[in-house]
């Protein structure tokens, strides 16, 4: 048997159902592409339903303001995944006439696209061979074949991606890439892979040599940067003060707390230290409170009722903030 139909047989007996596999439409399959990078399927699916729900097509999408589209992000991360599938919504409009392209030159062009979401949609959704290399495909390819390239290189994923187009050869292209997905997602994860439920168990090079979890070969990360900022939670009766300077590079188009790389000269309440841990970056909070504040000008900052905070899109590490201060209830 082909390994192509091993993943296929394998794919149709245990794959699980997932709300974005009912139909492959190829906007769902973008959008839960996009939300599933960086984020576990279990933690996105509440997010993808919601989504799906306000916003069901490209054309709904295309049409909703920034702000909503953030705010329904909030909890998942990584914010500019959520701008890139709005711009990318408003070209599939614009360039494309709402209609989503099936050819990789087309949607390449489309705003937060890569290779490997491209794969993804034009394999699944148009069943054309055209791989998707992932987290999951790369482990499940490096440890069948035993690679020990770096897969931080380009010429290991050029590598990976050769091998699973020769996988996916005269076979059905959108079961091959949701299988080889699936088996990395499920049976050949990074920790304890169950190798007896695997379909590829035969040809595993890794398996063989009993180094599994050898694979898949990674150099090491940069550390993230410390920095130690100041931030306050300024109340004036009813109202509380926000920012919206995103100078620091992160966080475009949301609301902050007035935070900044020195101490202001203001009379505040000191609160415990706390810490926020972005990809590359860490916050060390020094924390202060007052809640019987004069209303005064700072840098970008507007004053908005305390009842109206749920209606922002606000950095996740003040929303905690203040909801530890204020009470959760205000969002």
């Known amino acids: 048997m082909k390994v192509s139909e091993k993943i296929e047989s394998w794919y149709d007996l245990n794959h699980r159902d997932l709300p974005f596999r009912k139909n492959n439409d190829p906007y769902q399959v973008w959008v839960s592409e996009i939300m599933a990078q960086q984020t576990r399927i279990d933690s996105m699916i509440p997010y993808y339903i919601k989504w799906m729900n306000k916003w069901p097509t490209v054309a709904s999408l295309a049409k909703a303001d920034i702000q909503d589209v953030l705010h329904l992000w909030q909890g998942l991360g990584y914010y500019n995944r959520a701008r890139k599938l709005h711009q990318g919504a408003i070209t599939i409009m614009d360039k494309f006439d709402g209609v989503f392209p099936d050819n990789l030159e087309d949607i390449l062009t489309i705003d937060g696209i890569g290779d490997y979401t491209a794969g993804a949609i034009l394999s699944i959704c148009f069943n054309k061979e055209q791989p998707a290399v992932d987290g999951n495909v790369f482990r499940v390819v490096t440890r069948v074949k035993a690679m020990d390239d770096d897969i931080t290189k380009l010429s290991t994923r050029k590598k990976v991606t050769e091998i699973c187009a020769l996988w996916m050869k005269g076979s059905n292209p959108s079961k091959v890439t949701q299988g080889l997905m699936e088996i990395g997602a499920i049976v050949c994860t990074p920790k304890n892979p169950m190798c007896m439920l695997c379909p590829l168990v035969e040809e595993c090079e890794a398996y063989k040599n009993g180094n599994q979890c050898d694979y898949p070969v990674k150099k090491k990360s940069k550390a993230p940067q410390e920095i130690e900022v ?78 109206q905070l749920k209606e922002y899109a606000i950095v996740t590490a003040h929303r905690k903030l203040i909801a530890s201060v204020i009470g959760k209830h205000v969002f």
Do not use: A
């Open 230 to 307: 100041y931030t306050y939670v300024l109340i004036h009766q009813d109202e509380i003060c926000l920012s919206k300077d995103d100078s620091d590079g992160l966080m475009k188009d949301f609301y902050r707390l007035p935070q900044f790389l020195e101490t202001l000269n203001i009379e505040c309440t000191k609160l415990k230290k706390r810490k926020h841990v972005f990809s590359h970056r860490i916050w060390h909070m020094n924390c202060f409170y007052n809640d019987h504040m004069q209303k005064i000008e700072l840098n970008q900052c507007v004053w908005i009722k305390i009842d």
